[in-house]
């Protein structure tokens, strides 16, 4: 076993979803932060475990032949791009692969039929995000007096540092759209002008602490919503007049503004407060996937790359198998994007999401779309199938649920809680879609269908999160 501090070479055969070079050397397994697929690396050991070591590289000794110059001037800064300095083709391969072995290792199937990874195209492989979540920092560089404090530093505005709370200013990200980073550099020149104080983690002070910024890349309409430690932001008039004139000039249109307070101290996974207020323009911004309409407000999940989720909807319309009369129970449905995608193929959709303001939009979405054969309802999947199935509610989702030909399940990265999969398997539709952007939690709640009369028949990866370790798939099963 290695020491720490020692000193070794060995070539990177593999990259995990959090960007680490894989490789052995005396037939232990390392794992190293950065590096590409062949490179052969010096790496210094960093930590040493039972079974496995942590290395930094030190020098890249033979650079492999998938190694490009970085996307961008963050690439290494940056928690986002761990694909920045590898090439398209290897990153395609490298998703399909983790794919593939994540369904046998962790979902113990043999020889799982993987489809052909979904790749993005020539012209969409940069700025397809519709989405930006950035923290707004003071970078630490503070002055206390009297209990107030004072940035001595210029606002950061952009992202965190892998596996940190750090903040690395961006003024131009590869990812995001030209409106985020346009309402971004806005908002770091207003908070200059002004005074206005950034949030500082360390001492829980600062006014403003987020920034989301939400592009519609179908009707070019812009939302901005900031989280901040207060009641208000001073002058906001003039903020919100530098946003449109910044987000105009980058070829796009601001629409809505919206504030959302948070005292409390961070959470994780918690960035609004528990109210959003509108301050300026609409509540939702219109966006389209294909030929629906829908409406998005600040909370709403919905795919962050527009391209790719048509792509992803596409596979989700050909696993379902709808020939126009299926009943379908759209579980975590978000705005209801997936189901009502579906709709014109369907006989009756009923949607479930924990997010009210998501319900709100879904149902609207289906109104606004003349979509008549869909019902949203408000809950915890877990909670409302069980009950649904039990005969509780109202009769006609009663019924549309316990009657389900099709369940389409996409949760969060933490995948399926398990009493709902027992519900499902209670219900024993014909088919199951489900839609997961962790390949691991996807192969785990696979295994646990497998094991309740269903059978895996395929998957197909979408890259939805291009030079990032994130990969969304499509998965079918089908009742034995």
């Known amino acids: 076993m290695f020491e720490k501090g020692q000193l070794i070479e060995f070539e990177i055969t593999d990259i995990?979803?959090?960007?680490?070079?894989?490789?052995?050397?005396?037939?232990?397994?390392?794992?190293?932060?950065?590096?590409?697929?062949?490179?052969?690396?010096?790496?210094?050991?960093?930590?040493?475990?039972?079974?496995?070591?942590?290395?930094?590289?030190?020098?890249?000794?033979?650079?492999?032949?998938?190694?490009?110059?970085?996307?961008?001037?963050?690439?290494?800064?940056?928690?986002?791009?761990?694909?920045?300095?590898?090439?398209?083709?290897?990153?395609?391969?490298?998703?399909?692969?983790?794919?593939?072995?994540?369904?046998?290792?962790?979902?113990?199937?043999?020889?799982?039929?993987?489809?052909?990874?979904?790749?993005?195209?020539?012209?969409?492989?940069?700025?397809?995000r519709n989405k930006a979540t950035m923290p707004i920092s003071t970078g630490g560089n503070i002055k206390r007096k009297g209990g107030i404090i004072e940035n001595l530093d210029s606002p950061k505005i952009g992202f965190y540092r892998s596996r940190s709370h750090e903040v690395v200013d961006c003024t131009d990200c590869a990812l995001q759209s030209p409106a985020a980073m346009a309402a971004a550099e806005a908002t770091r020149q207003f908070m200059e002008e002004d005074n206005i104080t950034a949030w500082d983690e360390k001492w829980q002070q600062g006014l403003m602490r987020h920034m989301i910024v939400r592009t519609a890349f179908a009707t070019d309409e812009v939302m901005v919503t900031y989280v901040i430690n207060g009641k208000g932001i001073p002058n906001v008039e003039k903020l919100i007049g530098m946003l449109d004139e910044a987000i105009y000039e980058a070829g796009y249109s601001l629409e809505s503004v919206n504030i959302s307070t948070k005292k409390d101290k961070t959470v994780a996974g918690e960035i609004y407060g528990q109210e959003i207020k509108n301050i300026a323009g609409k509540p939702v911004i219109t966006d389209y996937i294909g030929d629906v309409k829908f409406e998005v407000s600040p909370r709403s999940f919905y795919q962050v790359n527009p391209y790719m989720t048509e792509k992803l909807y596409d596979t989700v319309r050909e696993y379902a198998g709808l020939t126009g009369g299926e009943n379908i129970l759209d579980l975590y449905c978000g705005v209801g994007s997936i189901g009502l995608y579906c709709a014109d193929k369907a006989g009756f959709i009923l949607g479930v999401e924990a997010v009210k303001e998501a319900v709100i939009d879904a149902n609207r979405n289906a109104v606004i779309n003349g979509i008549v054969n869909a019902r949203y309802i408000c809950g915890k999947a877990e909670e409302e199938l069980p009950k649904l199935l039990a005969g509780e509610g109202d009769e006609q989702l009663v019924n549309a649920a316990k009657n389900a030909d099709v369940v389409i399940l996409d949760p969060p990265r933490a995948g399926c809680d398990e009493r709902l999969l027992d519900a499902v398997a209670e219900l024993a539709p014909e088919r199951i879609v489900y839609v997961s952007c962790d390949p691991a939690t996807l192969a785990r709640d696979i295994k646990l269908l497998t094991e309740k009369d269903f059978k895996f028949v395929k998957a197909k990866p979408h890259d939805m999160f291009g030079w990032t370790g994130h990969i969304e798939t499509a998965a079918l099963l089908s009742r034995v």
């Open 16 to 128: 995990s979803d959090r960007g680490q070079g894989i490789g052995k050397a005396d037939g232990i397994t390392v794992f190293v932060n950065g590096g590409v697929i062949g490179d052969v690396v010096h790496a210094e050991i960093t930590k040493v475990k039972k079974r496995f070591c942590f290395g930094k590289v030190v020098e890249v000794k033979e650079p492999s032949k998938h190694r490009i110059e970085p996307i961008c001037d963050y690439a290494g800064d940056c928690g986002g791009c761990v694909f920045a300095q590898t090439d398209y083709e290897a990153q395609l391969a490298v998703k399909e692969k983790h794919v593939y072995d994540s369904l046998t290792r962790i979902g113990g199937l043999t020889n799982p039929v993987v489809e052909k990874i979904e790749r993005m195209p020539e012209d969409f492989e940069f700025g397809y």
